[in-house]
Nanobody
Framework: QVQLVESGGGLVQAGGSLRLSCATS????????MGWFRQAPGQDERDFVA?????????TEADSVKGRFTISRASAKNTVHLQMNSLKPEDTAVYYC?????????????????WGQGTQVTVSS
């Protein structure tokens, strides 16, 4: 059974940093792409944040987080990270880890098959 478990969320002041982690289990993800999405308060849908190919390390980020957020993977630990710097109040959201088969990072949530339960990130002004 595939499991994605996020951790690392919390409350931080604007300008601060957080590092989210996504621990994976239940299968080999070497041919998968891992993504991070977020759902802001009052928003119905989850927005793309970043994605990375597990095999190549090729990554892409949303324009809104470029230069501030970095996605990475630790293959030996089966874990994906999202380093978030220079956080803004508008980054407040529940952050979800997701996985999809295929080696190309994708930005559309509908292309992801597996999802974690989410972790809350709150940025105060």
């Amino acid at each position: 059974q595939v499991q994605l478990v996020e951790s690392g969320g919390g409350l931080v002041q604007a300008g601060g940093s957080l590092r989210l982690s996504c621990a994976t289990s239940g299968r080999t993800f070497s041919d998968y792409t891992m993504g991070w999405f977020r759902q802001a308060p009052g928003q119905d849908e989850r927005d793309f944040v970043a994605a990375i190919s597990w095999s190549s390390g090729s990554a892409t980020e949303a324009d809104s987080v470029k230069g501030r957020f970095t996605i990475s993977r630790a293959s030996a630990k089966n874990t994906v990270h999202l380093q978030m710097n220079s956080l803004k109040p508008e980054d407040t959201a529940v952050y979800y880890c997701a996985a999809r088969p295929g080696r190309l990072p994708k930005m559309h949530r509908d292309e992801y098959d597996y999802w974690g339960q989410g972790t809350q990130v709150t940025v105060s002004s």
